[in-house]
């Protein structure tokens, strides 16, 4: 899974993770993840059943994912951008 995801960002409140994946077309995937698989040791026996589960149910961990065209995905970013100076 890890070769898809290019990129993983953490909530922080350690309960979900975002992957981020570029294609070949120049869209851009961003999975919800509803626990974060970036630190599968730290999951409890019980969070790990949840995880496989998941895969069982669904067919993978994202419970969402959006699909961006590039300009929609640049203007994202400078959306972020722009939202983050504004908290300084």
């Not at 890890?2 to 995937?29: I, S």
């Not at 040791?41 to 959006?66: E, F, N, P, Y």
Request: aromatic letters at 12%.
């Amino acid at each position: 899974m890890k070769d898809f995801w290019e990129k993983f960002y953490n909530c922080d409140c350690e309960a979900e993770t975002l992957g981020v994946h570029k294609d070949e077309d120049g869209f851009v995937d961003i999975g919800f993840f509803n626990q974060s698989i970036y630190s599968l040791h730290a999951l409890t026996w019980k969070g790990r059943i949840r995880q496989i589960w998941q895969i069982l149910k669904h067919g993978s961990l994202w419970c969402d994912m959006v699909t961006l065209r590039p300009e929609t995905a640049k203007r994202l970013g400078e959306d972020l951008i722009k939202m983050s100076e504004e908290v300084k």
